[in-house]
């Protein structure tokens, strides 16, 4: 079984914070952002498996927008096209702002439990997965 929930944020909200906040708000355990569109007047991606932090102003589209979630951490991906079409992508990070609107559609697992430990094998936090009785 599956909750569908659905959250609009506004000019000056933090993508990330705002996400992680709605998440522990309703008590999520276990879900994904199926997807999310809107705009963006700075951005700030983590780029593919390194610690460097892309830093871009806008104004931004969001292209796409969707992870896992967790009560504790939010593993979102997010690519981003600037003014001249230019796209770029990686993970999200504290810092992407919306300039106008963003509109987030998420789904909850009610039959599971997201986890995150860190795993020695690849150095980060990574996603465990429980069954729930």
Known sequence: MITAYAKRLLKGDDLHHSLLEFI????????SLLTGVGCLSQAKI???NEQK????????????LSGTLTLKHVH??????????RVYGGHLV????????AELCMIEYNNLNFECEYDHQTGFDELVILKRD
């Open 76 to 85: 979102i991906h997010i690519s981003v096209a600037d003014g001249e079409g």
């Open 53 to 64: 932090i892309l830093h871009l102003d806008g104004p931004l589209e969001i292209i796409s």
């Open 24 to 31: 522990q708000l309703n008590k999520i355990q276990s879900g």
């Open 46 to 48: 983590r780029l593919a």
């Open 94 to 101: 504290s810092g992407c702002i919306v300039s106008y609107t």
